[in-house]
């Protein structure tokens, strides 16, 4: 982290501070007056550092960064003492007319309470007094800002390239082509993919060395020094540049442009990062009509689709299996073959760097032709130590993209290494866990805004080509992601050293100093089992993921909160266990939980976990009964079920019955939970999922119709219907437009038996965007959509059914980008008016049958003779 982020870096932590306080104030009475002392202290010296960090030679101060490194310290220490002490003050509040047994005991400890907290504003003042002389001495230098050092392009070398063939063509085609206009072509791709490589290989084909008259190579770079970049562009063109030295950019850009005005020019503007970077450049290119071309490399997605003239950017691919392998091969033996006896490790170590070039040469640096087959073996093992290591350029690559995140950013994206290594990350899990962890700034309480600004933080991450997106919904936005295996190393390593997380592993359980949070994946059960259990109060966070579920005994999984009671993270949804262990309710502090067991009753004492934010909730029982009161928890947010919750009827005549009103998702819940009175305690609800019978729901029951309760729910976007009754069961109709709620942007309907002449009602949903209808959501061999008109319907997924023929006009879906049709076995033909709709996009067929999946190739055809970028994609291929 450059120490000149030190005031940024401070000032979140403060915030954090400020928000523990806020978040237990009922319960710090006592002790308050050392809380505000202390927190009043570090605002006052994070004042004092922002004054030393705008001096411009702060950011390698080595005090500065020291005295961040300290603070942090400081403020994790206090979260601690004021989290351990709540436990206790709700503890002796718990025990009623009982407490004055215990008061003794209690006030000592509020006192000790009180006596740590001094400590740590003594701290603090220490910090300040040994280090305040250094800090004023930042204040006081006025020195003006040293001109940025102008990096040097990194050196690539050329030969054994491997992989870049149809890529390279694909960039010489758009640089060749097109019109005469200026035009702006971007490749983007993360650290260490080749993207200087395979502009190297472009701007040296020799076909483009007699297409342009003037070429020019200009590494950017993070540190973009923009007047010594012209200057260097000037220097192509004349050995005396000293008269230029004294003109101001402007001037200089003017000056590139005259030399660049009369012939086609070919400039790589390499490792750009920034799209401001881009616009101080640009000026110096002028549009001379000529087909002239510039290329730009950049890591950051949203550089590289603004600059692009046509806004879609080359994305640069990952190479094969057998790519990486002949990369690996080459580099190794050159022009040798690689001995029998070690191509199955090697092709081992391919595969383990999943398609990275860099972190092939990287590992191909350490090998070579006359190491042995034990060395080959361990690296085959594990090459991410190799890939990793400080002093590689692959390390260098990406530490260089980790220190230019924002503060708020690094820790999300070190973060992500507590998910095992490949893991397929959901991403609204991941949301959960930033905000749960405190990641999320938190401006005005517990409310949508946190996951927005939680999105944008995601977006980011995969803008800059640090995350992989590997599904997206049907509105286009991220569904789950990973990161690259070698990008997870780095995490692991950077988050270990931060003390931010700690992968377990059992033979080195004993740690000296606890990190925040523990990590247990495939050794989670031995770990349970340790006679010598660790145990620290630091311990906010335990997260096991494992490919296979678990069980875990009642008395190994009671370690958990047992040993870390000041937990507010606890996924440990892959292990599955028969009761919750009672220490699980002294867990006051716990604001994520995910668990998977065979309750089928949620008890009452589930209200001791007050903190609640997030609770996903997986049960091999068919209902779920909630007997605690939900709406007493004031900070629940999501609840998530994978079977139907009964909740409890909201507390009638009680002082506080408006209970929750900021739950947002309930997913999911029985039909007979959507009484008026429940609904009218989440009017904030934006998801919902209902399963069961859900003739229960549509229909009268002594003159009342459950389903128009849905109408209360002003904020719902997402709904799912899911119908678990018999097979015999059908229902009578789909709910007319206006019992839905108003500004529905998604449905997903399952078993719902509707006729298809119904389809007129849902497309009266003016808000609907998404719509998909899974098996058997509708019945019937013939639909005619030929006059309903969906305004606003982007997504339409049709699933298993006994449809036949379709009919629909131009205008049925005016807006739909997205068809999909999955187990449609017996549909005669997709309508060829779908050729006609020019918002289509993708069209998917999945297990339909030969006559579907040529009338789409047809549509395909007139998609793509009217060039609109069309996508089919038909499994299987053939029939």
């Known amino acids: 982290m450059a120490a000149a982020a030190g005031d940024a870096v401070v000032g979140q932590l403060v915030n954090r501070l400020v928000q523990v306080v806020a978040e237990n104030v009922a319960f710090i009475k006592e002790i308050k007056e050392q809380i505000s002392a202390l927190v009043d202290d570090l605002t006052s010296f994070e004042a004092y550092l922002r004054q030393a960090s705008r001096n411009p030679r702060a950011n390698d101060n080595v005090v500065l960064k020291d005295v961040v490194d300290k603070i942090r310290n400081v403020v994790t220490d206090a979260e601690d003492a004021i989290c351990k002490y709540t436990v206790e003050r709700k503890h002796y509040k718990d025990k009623g007319w009982l407490r004055f047994i215990g008061s003794a005991a209690y006030y000592a400890k509020v006192n000790a309470a009180a006596r740590d907290i001094q400590g740590?504003?003594?701290?603090?003042?220490?910090?300040?007094?040994?280090?305040g002389p250094a800090l004023q001495?930042?204040?006081?230098?006025?020195?003006?800002?040293?001109?940025?050092?102008?990096?040097?392009?990194p050196v690539v070398e050329e030969v054994d390239v491997v992989g870049f063939d149809n890529e390279a063509k694909t960039i010489k085609d758009r640089l060749k082509g097109g019109s005469n206009d200026l035009t702006i072509i971007s490749i983007e791709g993360m650290a260490g993919l080749g993207k200087t490589t395979l502009t190297k290989m472009?701007?040296?084909?020799?076909?483009?060395?007699?297409?342009?008259?003037?070429?020019?190579?200009?590494?950017?770079?993070r540190t973009m020094n923009r007047k010594q970049i012209f200057l260097d562009i000037l220097s192509n063109f004349t050995k005396n540049t000293k008269e230029f030295q004294g003109m101001n950019e402007d001037k200089l850009a003017d000056k590139i442009k005259e030399y660049l005005e009369g012939g086609k020019y070919f400039i790589v503007l390499d490792d750009v990062w920034t799209e401001h970077d881009w616009n101080c450049l640009r000026i110096a290119f002028p549009n001379n009509n000529k087909g002239s071309r510039v290329l730009v490399t950049t890591r950051h997605h949203n550089v590289a689709s603004r600059v692009d003239s046509t806004g879609n950017p080359h994305k640069l691919k990952f190479l094969s299996i057998d790519e990486s392998w002949e990369l690996l091969e080459k580099k190794v033996f050159r022009k040798e073959r690689c001995p029998k006896e070690l191509v199955g490790d090697g092709r081992h170590i391919a595969i383990k760097c999943h398609g990275l070039p860099l972190a092939i040469v990287v590992i191909a640096g350490v090998l070579n032709k006359d190491s042995t087959t034990t060395e080959w073996k361990r690296i085959a093992q594990d090459p991410y130590p190799i890939i990793n290591?400080?002093?590689?350029?692959?390390?260098?690559?990406?530490?260089?993209?980790?220190?230019?995140?924002?503060?708020?950013?690094?820790?999300?994206?070190?973060?992500?290494?507590?998910?095992?290594?490949?893991?397929?990350i959901a991403t609204w899990k991941l949301i959960r866990l930033w905000i749960a962890e405190g990641f999320i700034p938190m401006d005005g309480g517990y409310s949508s805004e946190l996951v927005v600004t939680a999105e944008k933080y995601l977006k980011d991450l995969v803008d800059r080509n640090l995350l992989m997106v590997l599904k997206r919904r049907a509105d286009g936005q991220t569904k789950t992601c990973r990161i690259h295996d070698t990008?997870?190393?780095?995490?692991?390593?950077?988050?270990?050293?931060?003390?931010l997380f700690y992968e377990m592993e059992v033979a080195k359980s004993e740690l000296k100093i606890m990190p925040r949070r523990i990590c247990v994946h495939s050794t989670v059960l031995d770990f349970l089992k340790l006679?010598?259990?660790?145990?620290?109060?630091?311990?906010?966070?335990?997260?096991?993921?494992?490919?296979?579920?678990?069980?875990?005994?009642?008395?190994?999984?009671?370690?958990?909160?047992?040993?870390?009671?000041?937990?507010?993270?606890m996924d440990i949804e892959s292990l599955k266990f028969k009761l919750f262990p009672r220490q699980l309710y002294e867990l006051s502090h716990l604001r994520y939980l995910a668990v998977s067991t065979e309750l089928k009753v949620l008890p009452v004492v589930f209200n001791k976990l007050w903190n609640l934010q997030t609770l996903v909730f997986k049960t091999s029982e068919n209902t779920l009964e909630v007997k605690a009161d939900m709406w007493s928890m004031s900070k629940l947010r999501h609840v998530h079920s994978n079977t139907s919750m009964v909740l409890p009827p909201p507390p009638k005549n009680a002082k506080n019955s408006s209970g929750s009103t900021d739950i947002q998702t309930l997913s999911t819940i029985s039909p007979s939970s959507c009484t008026a009175e429940i609904l009218e305690k989440t009017p904030n609800l934006q998801k919902l999922g209902i399963r069961g019978n859900l003739a229960e729901l549509m229909e009268s029951k002594g003159g009342v119709i459950l389903f128009d309760n849905l109408q209360i729910l002003d904020c719902l976007e997402n709904l799912k219907l899911i119908n678990n009754a018999l097979q015999n069961s059908k229902l009578r109709r789909c709910p007319h437009s206006e019992k839905f709620p108003r500004r529905l942007r998604k449905m997903t309907l399952s078993n719902t038996t509707f006729e298809w002449k119904d389809l007129n009602i849902l497309s009266l949903l003016e808000e609907l965007e998404v719509l998909k209808l899974e098996e058997n959501a509708f019945r019937g061999e013939f639909c005619d959509a030929s006059n309903i008109v969906f305004k606003q319907l982007r997504y339409l997924r049709i699933g298993r059914t006994n449809l036949v023929s379709w009919k629909v006009s131009k205008d049925s879906f005016q807006a739909l980008k997205y068809l999909i049709l999955r187990h449609c076995n017996v549909l005669e033909s997709v309508p060829s008016v779908f050729g006609e709709v020019e918002s289509l996009k993708v069209m998917?067929?999945?297990?339909?049958?030969?006559?579907?999946?040529?009338?789409?190739?047809?549509?395909?055809?007139?998609?793509?003779?009217?060039?609109c970028g069309f996508q089919l994609s038909i499994y299987p291929p053939d029939h």
């Not at 740590?120 to 280090?131: A, C, P, Y």
């Not at 001495?137 to 392009?153: R, S, V």
């Not at 350029?393 to 994206?413: A, G």
Request: proline share 4%.
């Open 120 to 131: 740590i504003l003594n701290r603090v003042k220490k910090i300040r007094e040994f280090h």
């Open 137 to 153: 001495a930042l204040i006081d230098d006025h020195a003006k800002e040293q001109p940025a050092i102008h990096l040097m392009a």
């Open 531 to 569: 006679e010598n259990k660790p145990s620290s109060e630091h311990v906010h966070s335990f997260l096991s993921f494992c490919s296979n579920e678990i069980e875990i005994p009642n008395e190994h999984l009671a370690v958990i909160p047992k040993s870390f009671r000041l937990l507010r993270v």
């Open 844 to 867: 998917e067929l999945f297990c339909t049958n030969g006559r579907a999946a040529n009338s789409a190739r047809e549509i395909q055809d007139l998609k793509n003779k009217r060039k």
């Open 389 to 424: 290591k400080e002093d590689m350029s692959y390390n260098k690559l990406v530490k260089i993209s980790y220190d230019n995140l924002p503060y708020n950013l690094k820790d999300c994206f070190l973060y992500l290494a507590v998910f095992p290594i490949g893991h397929e």
């Open 202 to 221: 472009v701007f040296k084909d020799r076909d483009l060395q007699y297409e342009f008259f003037t070429r020019l190579w200009v590494y950017v770079s």
């Open 487 to 499: 990008l997870h190393e780095f995490c692991k390593n950077e988050g270990a050293s931060k003390n």
